[in-house]
């Protein structure tokens, strides 16, 4: 078992819609991180949070610590917004960043 | 101010011959992460890197693979004797400050190496 799940691997939607991605994780973190990478390849962060919620232009990720998952959601779908979405955690007291599949999302006009 | 740069954008090797990979982190980021992401999975760490250290190296694989940052100059990713199960798309990663403070990874474009 991943110690990095996503849901689902693959999303398909019609512009407009509220789209919701989900992360579960099963090791202790220091940080969580939401980053978008699209089909040319390069990656963009999107989020790094430890507790709560943030929100970005359209974007929200939220975190419970305690249930160890996270939620990235999309608001107004578009399809300048398809793309893989990969949840990232860093565990406690290390650098470095365990990756999810990623979730690949493609909006249709 | 320019985000992480990597070069070559994509590399081409025969098998046997050497890959190095370049990453120069954001102005003022001191630590450098690279990973690698082969075809259809998902990405993995392979060494963390401060100038002139190596912090952590426990996703390299044990043979082919160094990394170094020198004090001056990039970040150099080098795989001797490529073979194909190397072709891969290998991101850097800086950041200006270690963890476990509030600290962001910034992603470079990737190298995407192909080993014929």
Known sequence: ?109 | NAGVMQNPRHLVRRRGQEARLRCSPMKGHSHVYWYRQLPEEGLKFMVYLQKENIIDESGMPKERFSAEFPKEGPSILRIQQVVRGDSAAYFCASSPLRAPSDNEQFFGPGTRLTVL
């Open chain 1, 1 to 109: 078992k991943n110690e990095v799940e996503q849901s689902p691997q693959n999303l398909t939607a019609q512009e407009g819609e509220f789209i919701t991605i989900n992360c579960s994780y099963s090791v202790g973190i220091s940080a969580l991180h939401w980053l978008q990478q699209h089909p040319g390849g390069g990656i963009v962060s999107l989020f790094m949070l430890s507790s709560g919620k943030k929100k970005h232009g359209r974007l929200i990720a939220t975190i419970n610590i305690q249930e160890k998952h996270s939620s990235l959601h999309i608001t107004a779908s578009h399809p300048r917004d398809s793309a893989v979405y990969i949840c990232a955690v860093r565990g406690i007291n290390t650098d470095k960043l365990i990756f999810g599949t990623g979730t690949r999302l493609q909006v249709f006009p």
